[in-house]
């Protein structure tokens, strides 16, 4: 049998006297994408962080491969898991190509420079979102966008097998949206990886994800199939707004109805 890349047991999430979830029993196997959905302060950053050792939880109750993740020390979860944070934290002074290198600082063993391999992997991240011909720029002089997709690619250039999204389309135009989501989606399931996406945008969990996990709030949470949870009632009931959907070509397509 096949073990889940991460799994979490009965995993009670709360911020202050504030529950964002409770007895969550979720599992991620290889080449699976699932969006976590919900409003606002629901616990969608909370679970990526905690996936991480980010933030206070019962490490005994999430594993990654297998092994409870309070076993795992921060320099082997590195290899491991890869994060995408909601704003870049990009505020020393570094080139584009010396903040892509550090996607590699897991891999490096101690006092060792980057290999030709390293530098290839960094070489063809930046290619792949566009910024080559950026390397020698200084990060600050980057747009919002192009710190993002830096970003991004430097998470490809760290190559780990589980992916954390925290907003991934933030400052993105709407065609890299979707050329990052379906470069990331095409890397998991070549790579037998995983990815978890946090994200406010119904339409690109439903394009680019096979599951979701929908927080209510208080603790509640709707988790399953895409084509399960992402229903105009579901939705509905958890953004307490009435939401409606149309097929398209490219799959469903979500919307604010009328009534509030």
């Not at 290999?115 to 063809?124: F, K, V």
């Not at 050329?179 to 339409?203: C, F, P, Q, Y």
């Not at 439903?206 to 084509?227: N, S």
Request: aromatic residues 4%; contains cysteine; negative net charge.
């Amino acid at each position: 049998m096949t073990v889940p890349i991460v799994r979490t047991r009965q995993l009670h999430l709360q911020i202050g006297n504030r529950v964002l979830c409770d007895q969550l029993n979720l599992s991620v196997t290889a080449g699976q994408r699932l969006a976590v959905l919900g409003q606002n302060g629901s616990g969608k950053t909370t679970l990526l962080h905690a996936l991480l050792k980010l933030g206070p939880t019962d490490e005994d109750r999430i594993e990654i491969d297998g092994r409870p993740l309070s076993s795992w020390s921060r320099a082997e979860l590195a290899k491991r898991v890869g994060i995408l944070f909601q704003d870049s934290h990009d505020d020393m002074p570094a080139t584009v190509q010396e903040t892509v290198m550090l996607g590699r600082l897991p891999h490096l063993p101690a006092w060792r420079w980057e290999s030709e391999q390293d530098l290839a992997l960094a070489e063809q991240a930046l290619k792949t979102v566009g910024l080559e011909q950026l390397a020698r720029r200084d990060v600050g002089s980057l747009s919002g966008g192009e710190r993002q997709r830096l970003a991004i690619a430097s998470l490809l250039t760290q190559a780990p097998t589980l992916y954390l999204l925290d907003e991934p389309s933030n400052h993105l135009d709407i065609s890299f949206q979707i050329k990052t989501l379906s470069l990331l989606s095409d890397t998991v399931k070549r790579d037998n990886g995983a990815l978890i996406m946090a994200t406010h945008d119904i339409n690109l969990a439903a394009r680019f994800c096979d599951q979701v996990l929908l927080l209510h709030g208080g603790g509640a949470y709707t988790l399953g199939a895409q084509a399960d949870v992402l229903t105009d009632t579901i939705l509905s009931d958890a953004y307490d707004c009435d939401i409606r959907h149309v097929n398209t070509d490219c799959g469903r397509f979500f919307y604010p109805g009328d009534k509030l």
